[in-house]
């Protein structure tokens, strides 16, 4: 078992303060650029028609009165993109992988599908020239739901693949059948989970440029994983990835939303037709249709002793993938990653299906999947203790993996880093005063009053281990990792350039802590761009700002490239110190020696020897120049075994939620009165940046539960697609975010870091659930689907109480 050596060898000065964000500076006097800021000379605007039909052939497209209209430059269809484009290729391919191009090709199959789009001089006119193109439509029966989908003899989303369940399979982890078998009783839970979204202030943008003289591209636009964008839009532009230069400007927020490879390709080809840059930002209505996570059910069988002990899980998911593929099966197999939560269950089954419809592709959403497995298996960890009569903390304590079972392996192969789930509870509820919550909700009912406790724990994974694509199709990538160059520069200052993306969490304030530290300087002498440019910084195939990969992969590039130029620095010291490089340190901007603090060397001299020096005695000492570049592999990133168990993901955070509710009897609208969180993120390397991570995620979860729904009709059409029917939520709807945090130290990462950012959107669903349930107690309604909102809980009240579920799912 590889396991780092916490902290290094370094003294570790910065790591842990809550320095302020560098960031921050240019935003608070408006200096920081975003991808709307930018301009060329001679751009050109796009906009996309955009299909009203959920499901039709097209028959005919007409765009010559578009071309006529002064001030239009180039108008595209998909038959040009497929003439001139390969079709995208699935990230994880399946068995069965169907075309799908930048525009639609012959079918669209979704309200928004993009049939058609347009490059004019300024954004009204490419709006104007897209009601001059007329479209002729077959409509044909639309599948919104999942159930529809897989039915038999349904129609098809996608003809040349002739099922519409991309990929289904069950794993079986230990004992399931026999467990089942000796089980006292068997606990059922089903959960709905709707479509919803994040919703980042900034919407999707991008700018691209074509030059005939070299048949290259230059993008600039939203991704968070370059090295995979690079590779996917050079394929379907049919150029090799050297050709194309890809620029991603800092991001007003992403939380798994800015990743639309279809568009960058749509738009590189138009700036190819136009002969001209083009530049596309989304409107809110567009951003809300097409970033969606997807909506799923899940079913879970426990089998369990009379006294609350679980044996084993069967869990089935049905996740509607929508009409895309770019996201397809990832939500699958990121709940599998999650199936016994922080529980010490020694047998699981899982059954998934990957289900295409006639909804919007979906996106990988602020924590892809695990919200939905964590909401499950705490909704039927509920159930258990309302079945054997147990109180709902009881059952986690008798069932939490202990401290000392860590590494804990679990029975899908994952290796839990590190974790005291019991004191996290614990915490918790000596936070909230469990025992007087309990007395006072007593009192309140008395009264009349809904009131309600709800109770959460869950492990939070991140750090993806590209290896878990075996489990479910074909990839070219494995592991993980990242990539970083440094170049420190003759007056001792440094330059850090990673692999990985700037999107408001901070990254760059933590690295320059992180590399100061490793260097002995300040953390305003190192500078970290906050624009990645694929032609000057290094990146993989893992490259990129997502699954909550920062904390290991990205931190221990950095450390990785500064402990090469600590080492380059040190030579040089103990040339110029007459002393061994071991008895050398690196602080407060020198190079001193152990227990002799009068000879030292200040860091910028050594740095301007290096590049100064280059007589050839002197180059003997150390190669001229200070800059380095270094791969970080994970070395925990091991691909899949014989018996499909693999480390899906290789970082797992925790926390435990304890939230306080109260229902109105008339109205039924839910009110958050109080909300615990007590986490373990490890080390944390900037408690402040935390802090904001936690109280942002655990708004999130809030929303997820109460408020935020995208609603479909029968026939496709998105119901909720602005701001006044999406809801999300405001200071008024959430209470002051209280709690603490544990520290266990992760073996497996460099300074003993763990993942944070997506974190309390996993576990919050489930805390409000809970809550939510308890209040409604003594009217017997169940809580099993998201969102709670106000109708359905009165409908069911008035009915004399009920299953809360989706009906359509």
């Known amino acids: 078992m590889t396991q780092h050596s916490v902290l290094g060898t370094q003294h570790s000065t910065w790591v842990g303060q809550p ?109 104007d020239a897209l009601d001059l193109i007329e479209v002729e439509y077959e409509t044909l029966p639309p599948l919104v739901v999942a159930a529809d989908a897989m039915a038999p003899g349904a129609p098809l989303v996608f003809d040349e693949i002739g099922t519409n369940v991309l990929w289904h399979d069950t794993f079986v982890y230990g004992g399931v059948d026999e467990a089942f078998a000796r089980a006292d009783q068997i606990v059922r839970e089903r959960i709905d989970i709707q479509r919803y979204s994040s919703t980042p202030l900034e919407t999707f943008g991008s700018m691209a440029q074509y030059d005939p003289s070299n048949g290259a591209y230059t993008i600039w636009g939203h991704t968070q994983m370059p090295g995979q964008e690079l590779g996917g839009i050079s394929r379907a532009l049919r150029v090799s990835a050297g050709q194309v230069r890809f620029i991603v400007p800092r991001m007003g927020g992403a939380f798994g939303n800015k990743l639309r490879p279809l568009n960058l390709i749509s738009l590189a080809l138009l700036a190819r037709k136009a002969g001209r840059p083009v530049k596309f930002i989304e409107d809110r209505r567009e951003a809300l249709a097409l970033s969606q996570s997807a909506d799923m059910q899940v ?181 993980a990792g990242e990539a970083a160059r440094i170049r420190m520069e003759m007056d001792g200052t440094v330059t850090v350039y990673t692999g990985g993306l700037e999107a408001g969490q901070g990254h760059a304030t933590a690295l320059a802590q992180v590399v100061a530290d490793q260097l002995g300087l300040h953390p305003d002498q190192v500078r ?189 059409q998105l119901l909720s697609g602005s701001f006044m029917d999406y809801l999300k939520p405001t200071s008024a709807d959430v209470p002051m975010i209280e709690g603490d945090r544990l520290a266990t130290l992760s073996p497996f990462t460099p300074l003993g870091t763990k993942s944070v950012g997506e974190g309390a959107a996993v576990v919050a669903p489930a805390a409000i659930a809970s809550a939510v349930e308890n209040a409604l107690e003594p009217l017997g309604i169940r809580i099993g689907a998201l969102p709670i909102t106000p109708s359905r809980l009165w409908t069911l009240a008035s009915e004399g109480g009920a299953r809360y579920g989706h009906a359509d799912n």
């Open 19 to 127: 320095f302020p964000r560098i960031e921050d500076r240019a935003l608070l006097t408006g200096l920081g650029q975003y991808v709307d800021d930018l301009t060329l000379p001679g751009i050109t605007h796009a906009a996309y028609l955009r299909s009203p039909h959920a499901h039709a052939r097209i028959v005919r497209i007409d765009t010559a009165a578009a071309e006529a209209l002064p001030g239009v430059c180039a108008v595209m269809t998909g038959e040009y993109v497929a003439r001139n484009a390969n079709p995208q290729r699935m990230r994880i391919k399946a068995a069965g992988s169907p075309n799908v191009y930048a525009l639609a090709h012959d079918k669209v199959r979704y309200v928004g599908h993009p049939v058609a789009a347009v490059a004019a001089v300024d954004r009204a006119t490419a709006e």
């Open 299 to 479: 079913d879970v069988e426990a089998a369990i002793t009379n006294d609350g002990e679980i044996l084993a899980l069967r869990i089935r998911g049905i996740v509607n993938e929508g009409a895309g593929l770019d996201f397809a099966l990832r939500h699958n197999v990121l709940m599998l990653a999650n199936t016994v939560n922080c529980y010490r269950v020694p047998a699981v089954s899982y059954e998934g299906y990957s289900v295409v419809s006639n909804r919007p592709p979906i996106v990988a959403n602020r924590g892809i999947g695990k919200p939905v497995m964590c909401l499950a298996i705490e909704r039927t960890v509920d159930a258990i203790a309302h079945t054997t009569g147990l109180d709902r903390a009881e059952v986690r304590f008798r069932n939490f993996i202990q401290p000392d079972q860590f590494p804990y392996e679990t029975p899908s192969g994952n290796l839990y880093d590190s974790g005291d789930y019991p004191a996290l509870l614990r915490k918790a509820l000596e936070i909230i005063d469990y025992d007087g919550a309990l007395e006072k909700q007593r009192e309140g009912r008395s009264q009349g009053r809904l009131l309600g406790i709800g109770i959460a724990a869950g492990v939070e994974p991140g750090i993806s281990n590209a290896g878990h694509n075996a489990l479910i199709g074909e990839s070219k990538i494995t592991g």
């Open 528 to 716: 970290v761009p906050l624009t990645f440019d694929s032609g000057t910084h290094p990146y993989v195939m893992t490259s990129g700002n997502y699954s909550n990969k920062f904390h290991g992969e990205d931190v221990a590039a950095a450390i990785g490239a500064a402990q090469k130029i600590r080492d380059r620095l040190l030579n040089r010291a103990s040339s110029q110190l007459d002393a061994a490089a071991v008895d050398i340190e690196l602080r407060d901007g020198r190079a001193v020696v152990r227990g002799v603090p009068d000879r030292s060397v200040a860091i910028a001299e050594l740095a301007a020897s290096a590049y100064g020096s280059l007589a050839p005695d002197q180059a003997e000492i150390d190669e001229p120049g200070l800059e380095v570049v270094h791969v970080h592999t994970d070395p925990m990133a091991i691909r899949m075994d014989a018996n499909r168990r693999v480390k899906i993901q290789l970082s797992f955070p925790s926390a435990a939620h304890v939230a306080l509710v109260e229902v109105d009897p008339d109205t039924y609208e839910t009110k958050v009165l109080r909300y615990v969180i007590v986490h373990d993120c490890g080390r944390e390397i900037n408690p402040m940046i935390v802090d904001g991570q936690i109280h942002g995620s655990v708004v999130h979860g809030i929303a997820a539960a109460l408020l935020e729904e995208f609603v479909y009709d029968a026939e496709g």
